[in-house]
């Protein structure tokens, strides 16, 4: 579990390196709702609360897919009032989860995060 816990953090680390700035948070979520990884440009995000929230967030979607007999997803996007976006992507049986800045390049950030999330399954 630490060898998959320091490739997760150097995994979001990396994202939002390369993410041109569009990236202000990123996380890596277990699907049970722990935190693993955080990396933020701002100290008010609480990893605890988000990765909580995030679980919960993906069960329900889980469960509304699962009853409409389809077959799961692969990608999460919120767009917020602030136009900032919460992204969710699943990877390795963990939640990638991104908080963008306001009017982020979308197309941008969606090609990165399939590339480091892809090439790494």
Not at 24 to 45: L, T
């Amino acid at each position: 579990m630490m060898a998959e816990a320091r490739l997760l953090a150097g995994l979001i680390k990396v994202i939002k390196a390369n993410s041109r700035g569009w990236i202000e948070a990123v996380e890596a979520v277990s699907e049970d709702g722990m935190p693993i990884a955080h990396e933020s440009d701002e100290e008010r995000f609480n990893p605890e609360y988000i990765a909580a929230a995030v679980a919960a967030i993906c069960g329900a979607i889980t469960a509304v897919i699962e009853l409409m007999n389809a077959r799961g997803y692969k990608r999460l996007s919120i767009q917020l009032e602030d136009k900032r976006y919460i992204l969710v992507r699943e990877y390795r049986k963990h939640y990638i989860v991104c908080l963008t800045k306001p009017n982020p390049n979308l197309g941008f950030i969606d090609i990165l995060m399939e590339a480091y999330l892809a090439e790494q399954e």
